[in-house]
């Protein structure tokens, strides 16, 4: 799914697998430099091949961002609409839009300084190619940060270690995860690393049994690095595809938590230097510009390599995908916008704006 799990035959690693048995050695000879190459360029491949949502699940989408289309979309178009003539009036009007929707400033000021320079050369000077140049934009904002998945080195497990402040969808994010994982043929394993409320770890038990996955727990108040590395022993062992990593969203105080994140991380490396191989932040759209400070926090903390942005149904502040993009270098990897399993979407600019602002 998106370079997450196994990235099975991929045409590179057949080959290398012919060329194993060629040689007659019966071992795999492929480099470990050309399998990550194979097996990405397999999953970008067929990400390609499978994301053409159906107009179902984009009507869902639709539905989902509406709110947060009603403001932007409508502000915007009542904006040009009518206008004979775009001229810099219009951008400082668009520019108070843009930020009251929170767009965020500086991505905000990047927009404008952008549009500016596309009036001064005459490339946007009527409405339409107005409202094409800021699409545009937006649109550069959201792609500009699409750094691939990291894979697991062949025979190992893939970790996701989620990190996130209390209530904003982690652990229903990982169940989602896991049914998205388990139904394109990954083993998978969660680890229950918040281990500072007993219910985290039942919720998270609940869901290793409706999943039908392996749950490493410990009891409350264990230290969850502790947790994490026994699961990720016991992961590499049974040659599972996919280790997910719950942690808490909340200690006695932010300076331990953070602590605690870095301590996870530290301590899963004495098992595989490449792990965690994606630190996946959950941040909850509702939140507004708190989901910001909160991605600034934990990167600082533990370099974040993935986001998933859960709630955007039901919130007019989905403009705050545009913020976080801007503000940090880190991919939207998801978007939660309900509750249902396929409401975990893998996050695509292209669709999520033709939600937004239409096709
Ligand atoms: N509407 C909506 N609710 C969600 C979404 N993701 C999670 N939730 C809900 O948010 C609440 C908190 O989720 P939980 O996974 O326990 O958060 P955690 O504390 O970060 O582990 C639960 O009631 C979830 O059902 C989403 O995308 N949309
Ligand atoms: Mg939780």
Redesign the pocket.
């Given at each position: 799914m998106f370079g997450f799990g196994r990235q099975k035959s991929s045409p590179a690693s057949e080959e290398a697998d012919a060329e194993a048995s060629a040689s007659g050695r019966g071992e795999r000879v492929q480099s470990s430099n050309d399998g990550q190459k194979g097996r990405l360029a397999g999953a970008i491949a067929r990400a390609a091949k499978q994301d053409k949502p159906s107009s179902r699940m984009f009507s869902r989408l639709k539905e989902a961002v509406a709110r947060t289309s009603a403001v932007l979309n409508a502000d915007i178009n009542d904006l040009v609409v009518g206008r004979s003539e775009i001229d810099e009036d219009l951008l400082e009007e668009l520019e108070i839009m843009l930020v009251s929707t929170d767009v965020g400033v500086p991505a905000t000021r990047r927009i404008i300084r952008s549009l500016k320079y596309s009036i001064d050369r005459h490339q946007a000077s009527d409405a339409d190619a107005f409202l094409v140049a800021i699409r545009k934009e937006l649109h550069a904002l959201l792609a500009r940060n699409n750094q691939p998945v990291r894979q697991a080195a062949p025979g190992r497990p893939q970790v996701i270690l989620?990190v996130?402040?209390?209530?904003?969808?982690?652990?229903?994010?990982?169940?989602?995860l896991t049914k998205q994982l388990q139904a394109e043929g990954n083993s998978v394993m969660l680890a229950a690393g918040?281990t500072f409320r007993a219910a985290?770890v039942e919720?998270l038990q609940v869901w290793g049994e409706r999943t039908d996955v392996p749950v490493v727990a410990q009891q409350m108040g264990a230290d969850p690095a502790s947790v994490i590395f026994d699961a990720l022993e016991t992961a590499t062992a049974n040659g599972v595809d996919v280790l997910i990593a719950?942690t808490a969203?909340r200690l006695h105080t932010k300076a331990n938590l953070m602590e605690e994140l870095k301590k996870v991380a530290r301590v899963m490396k004495k098992l595989d230097p490449d792990a965690p191989h994606e630190v996946m932040l959950?941040v909850?759209a509702t939140t507004g510009q708190n989901a910001l400070h909160q991605a600034e926090q934990f990167h600082q903390a533990v370099p974040l390599t993935g986001i998933t942005m859960?709630?955007?149904?039901?919130t007019a502040k989905g403009g705050i995908l545009f913020a976080i993009s801007e503000a940090l270098d880190v991919p939207i990897r998801f978007?939660?916008?309900?509750?249902q399993v396929e409401?975990?979407r893998h996050f695509d600019p292209d669709e999520f704006l033709s939600a937004l602002l239409g096709p």
């Open positions: 989620m996130g402040v209390n209530g904003v969808g982690k652990t229903t994010t990982i169940g989602k918040d985290a919720q719950d969203g959950v909850d859960t709630k955007l149904d039901g978007i939660g916008i309900g509750e409401d975990l």
